[in-house]
């Protein structure tokens, strides 16, 4: 397919001419590297297929890494540092990795049981620092509650409730305050209801 004589082949490859005579005859392994150029001579490219013939990728480029800069060993599945924080007493004084994996494989046996095998590492996605984690925590926990309080109002639960403020906010505050930013009151304004 190259069309290239065995010497040819060989000043191509970096292997002399009685290598590449001894692999065509079935004498000698070829080296996946010097086979990976040869393909390539030829507008080809080497893959690994699975049992039904699809391609199977290697690992991806962009997949998370360690806080040196590593990839992540490829038989252990990786997960965010604050799901399970398994380090020892010296995780306080440490910065938090963004990304870990169990070192135990029975671990990651029974979370693929339970979540399925990855296809690959996890990529880096915006949010994932331990810092925006927690917050993105806190404000669905603070969406959940309100949505929690809306339910229970519409549903009359609260109507035993006595408000304990109410505001006293003259019209002119109402008049002046587009409801666009922090809350503008009047001059004349003596309510104290700004909680903004």
Do not use: I
């Amino acid at each position: 397919m190259a069309d290239l004589s065995q010497r040819e082949l060989a000043d191509h490859c970096g292997v002399s001419q009685s290598m590449v005579a001894r692999v065509e005859n079935g004498h000698q392994d070829l080296a996946v590297r010097v086979l990976e150029v040869a393909a390539r001579l030829a507008g080809l490219r080497l893959a690994l297929l699975d049992d039904e013939g699809r391609e199977v990728a290697g690992m991806a480029e962009d997949t998370v890494r360690d806080m040196g800069g590593r990839r992540f060993p490829a038989h252990l599945d990786t997960r965010y540092s604050d799901e399970g924080w398994w380090h020892g007493e010296h995780r306080y004084d440490r910065e938090q990795p963004w990304y870990t994996f169990d070192r135990r494989r029975d671990l990651r046996n029974e979370y693929r049981e339970w979540a399925g095998t990855p296809e690959d590492h996890q990529r880096p996605q915006p949010g994932d620092s331990p810092a925006q984690r927690a917050l993105a925590r806190r404000q669905e926990r603070w969406r959940r509650r309100a949505e929690e309080r809306e339910r229970r109002f519409l549903a009359g639960e609260l109507a035993h409730v006595r408000e304990s403020f109410v505001c006293t906010c003259p019209q002119e505050c109402d008049e002046l305050d587009d409801r666009s930013g922090k809350p503008v009151h009047a001059v004349a304004c003596r309510c104290n209801c700004d909680l903004a």
